[in-house]
């Protein structure tokens, strides 16, 4: 069973920030939250991760809580090319991890014009 | 970044035939792959995960004579549908592990259409 819980839906206008939460209660110390979105009739696309520190790169940052329960990505200009499936992953990662992942249903943002 | 890639990227076959699907990782080697399937408006769902040299782990209820996996090499993977029903119609999706880093990429998908 997938270890998240993420809002089915969410909208957001374009040129404004999108912040997509996830809740991952039952994370381990040693797994890391993964974020990838799908664009429809495409296959996943990577765009963060983390542990516990708050990263950025540049397609989004990534906020965890200092309880490592829960997190947020934060898309800060929103595109209409940003409408797609957002899927929040834990796994163990980034040093050779190799379990499976195990995807949640995500959360379909629309960008408005 | 790394690029897993996909081929065919859509495919039509006939009730009753097979049809192979190559997943290969092309500027690093994976010795861990997995497949996904997708339905639509679904969620991607795990078929089984492949690794180089042995034998696939299937999730529970997926056919392992009906999906057969072989990895044959550190680049290549593949996913056969054999005896296809309209029912095996679908989104397949491969995805591989970096090994080093552990960052993992998918593929683009390939869509299935039995008739």
């Known amino acids: 069973d997938a270890k998240t819980t993420q809002p089915p839906s969410m909208d957001c206008a374009e040129g404004r920030a999108a912040n997509l939460p996830c809740n991952h209660s039952?994370?381990?110390?040693?797994?890391?939250v993964y974020w990838y979105r799908q664009i429809h009739s495409q296959g996943p696309q990577y765009i963060i991760h983390?542990?516990?520190n708050n990263e950025t790169n540049e397609m989004a940052s990534l906020i965890i809580t200092e309880d490592r329960k829960s997190s947020t990505l934060i898309l800060p200009h929103a595109t209409l090319r940003d409408t797609a499936v957002y899927y929040c992953?834990?796994?163990?990662?980034?040093?050779?991890?190799?379990?499976?992942?195990?995807f949640g249903k995500g959360t379909k943002l629309t960008v408005n014009p | 970044g790394a690029v897993v890639s996909q081929h065919p990227s859509r495919v039509i076959c006939k009730s009753g035939t097979s049809v192979k699907i190559e997943c290969r990782s092309l500027?690093?080697?994976?010795?861990?792959m997995f497949w996904y399937r997708q339905f639509p408006k679904k969620s991607l769902m795990l078929m089984a995960t492949?690794?180089?040299?042995?034998?696939?782990?299937?999730e529970q209820g997926v056919e392992k004579d009906k999906f057969l996996i072989n990895h044959a090499s550190l680049t290549l993977s593949t996913l056969t549908v054999t005896s296809a029903h309209p029912e095996d119609s679908s989104f397949y999706i491969c995805?591989?592990?970096?090994?080093?880093?552990?960052?993992?990429?998918f593929g683009e998908g390939s869509r299935l259409t039995v008739l």
């Open positions: 500027d690093f080697q994976a010795t861990t």
């Open positions: 492949s690794n180089e040299g042995s034998k696939a782990t299937y």
């Open positions: 995805s591989a592990i970096a090994g080093g880093n552990g960052e993992l990429f």
């Open positions: 992953i834990v796994r163990v990662g980034g040093q050779g991890g190799s379990e499976k992942l195990v």
């Open positions: 983390g542990l516990k």
């Open positions: 039952t994370i381990s110390g040693n797994e890391y």
